[in-house]
C-alpha cells in the first residue's frame, strides 16, 4: 500500500473547500466557533458512520463478488482525477452556504454531500482493500480517516477567516498545487505503477 498517495488523498479531499467546510466557514462568521464546533461533531460522525458503512458494504461485495475491488478501484481512480478538475477550476469566491448550525444538521449534511459519499464510498476499496481485508485493520483505517476528517473540519473552524482569505487571494495557485496532488494521488492508487513495474 502506498500510504503516501492515500494520505494525499484523505487530507486534500477533507481539508479542500466543499458543501461542509464551506457551511463551518460560514457558521464561525455568523455563529461563532461554538455552534461550529457543534456542526462539526455530528459531521464528523456522519463521515465516520460513512466511512464504516463503505468498509462493510465493500467487504460484503468482495466475498461475494471477487472483481468487485479492482471496478471499485477503477472509479475511484476516475472520481480522483474528476476531483482534480474541479478544484483545478474551482472558484471559492463565489461559494456561500446558510445552515443552521446544529450537530443534526452536520450530521445529515455529510449523507447529501456528494463530495463525501463519493470520497467514503471509493477511498476503502480504492486505497486499502487491495492490501488489507480483516475487519480489525480496516476498522483502523476508518477511525484514521475519521480523524483526518475531524482534524480537516477543525481547521476550518479555528482558522476560518485566514484561510479563507488566503485561499481566495492564492486561489488559482492553491487549486493548481492540489489538483496535481490529487492527479498524482490518483496515479498511485489505480495500480498503474505496480502494472508498469511488472
Known amino acids: ?95 456561500t452556504a446558510r445552515q443552521a448550525a446544529t450537530f443534526r444538521s452536520g450530521f445529515i449534511m455529510q449523507f447529501v454531500n456528494p463530495k463525501v459519499v463519493l470520497f467514503t464510498m471509493t477511498v476503502i476499496p480504492g486505497f486499502v482493500m487491495p492490501y488489507y481485508t480483516e475487519p480489525q485493520l480496516l476498522s483502523i483505517f476508518v477511525v484514521v480517516i475519521t480523524v483526518i476528517g475531524f482534524l480537516a473540519f477543525v481547521t476550518w473552524v479555528l482558522f476560518g477567516a485566514i484561510f479563507k482569505e488566503f485561499l481566495m487571494k492564492y486561489q488559482k495557485s492553491v487549486n493548481i498545487s492540489m489538483a496535481l496532488f490529487l492527479i498524482y494521488s490518483a496515479i498511485m492508487g489505480s495500480g498503474l505503477v505496480e502494472l508498469v513495474g511488472r
Open 1 to 95: 500500500m502506498n500510504i503516501t498517495s492515500f494520505l494525499i488523498y484523505c487530507v486534500i479531499v477533507t481539508f479542500t473547500p466543499g458543501p461542509t467546510n464551506i457551511v463551518i466557514l460560514s457558521t464561525v462568521h455568523g455563529c461563532g466557533v461554538k455552534k461550529a464546533m457543534e456542526y462539526t461533531y455530528g459531521a464528523t460522525l456522519a463521515f465516520g458512520t460513512l466511512l464504516a458503512g463503505s468498509a462493510i458494504l465493500n467487504t460484503v461485495l468482495a466475498a461475494v463478488i471477487p472483481k468487485i475491488l479492482l471496478i471499485m478501484q477503477i472509479i475511484g481512480t476516475l472520481y480522483i482525477l474528476y476531483l482534480a478538475y474541479q478544484i483545478y477550476k474551482m472558484d471559492t469566491a463565489g461559494s
